[in-house]
């Protein structure tokens, strides 16, 4: 009971407490101008489809030609927080680069028709 060491479990647990405290307290992430303007470079681009549920595919944010068999839906519009603009009627809107990032764009994207 009198060695140094029996501090040592005590000093990591509090280690740990202040890392999950510090990580919950911070605010999430935001995002950059390159992140904007990756995803505006996506506008035109056909992504293809990397799995997920049918109701939610999960998307590469790597583009492919549209004259692709494996190309699955092309980007026709790229919304930015805080900026003016809609998807056209008919588009589903998602998040094809960082989900969960505040001021991550959106992008508006069609089916490609084979």
Do not use: N
């Amino acid at each position: 009971m009198r060695s140094p060491f029996r501090l040592i479990p005590l000093v990591i647990a509090v280690i740990i407490v202040a890392v999950a405290v510090w990580e919950a307290t911070r605010p999430p992430g935001h995002a950059t101008k390159a992140d904007i303007a990756a995803a505006e470079a996506l506008k035109g681009q056909c992504l293809v489809r990397e799995g997920g549920k049918p109701e939610f595919p999960v998307l590469s944010p790597t583009p492919v030609k549209c004259s692709e068999a494996r190309a699955y839906a092309k980007v026709v519009a790229v919304i930015v927080p805080g900026h003016p603009g809609s998807c056209p009627l008919g588009s589903a809107v998602v998040q094809v680069l960082q989900t969960g990032v505040v001021g991550e764009p959106s992008e508006c994207l069609l089916p490609v028709k084979h």
